[in-house]
Nanobody
Framework: QVQLVESGGGLVQPGGSLRLSCAAS????????MRWFRRAPGKERELVAG????????NYADSVKGRFTISRDNAKNTVYLEMNSLKPEDTAVYYC?????????WGQGTQVTVSS
């Protein structure tokens, strides 16, 4: 069955870094664009970053540009989110999403907490 499993979240101090991973299975990963979303307490879900199926195109929310980098390894069926210069406002549950047309899959999320 389809699975998206996020990992790499945790507690980090402001200014620190984390690398999230999302391992995919059960579908043809290389055919799907991948995105990272986040949801902070009391806030709407926010698109953080996206990457095309081949990895040739990326896009970012203004709030993370220059700090976060999305990448993928189609040989490993994995998408990554490198997060640097983390701020308390980056605290949220981060979800990965696979999308192709009307077909979409979601992971269970991983908590990122930025606090001193």
């Amino acid at each position: 069955q389809v699975q998206l499993v996020e990992s790499g979240g945790g507690l980090v101090q402001p200014g620190g870094s984390l690398r999230l991973s999302c391992a995919a299975s059960g579908f043809t990963f290389s055919n799907f664009a991948m995105r990272w979303f986040r949801r902070a307490p009391g806030k709407e879900r926010e698109l953080v970053a996206g990457i095309s199926s081949a990895g040739s195109s990326t896009n970012y929310a203004d709030s993370v540009k220059g700090r976060f980098t999305i990448s993928r390894d189609n040989a490993k069926n994995t998408v990554y989110l490198e997060m640097n210069s983390l701020k308390p406002e980056d605290t949220a549950v981060y979800y990965c999403n696979a999308q192709r047309g009307f077909n979409g899959y979601w992971g269970q999320g991983t908590q990122v907490t930025v606090s001193s």
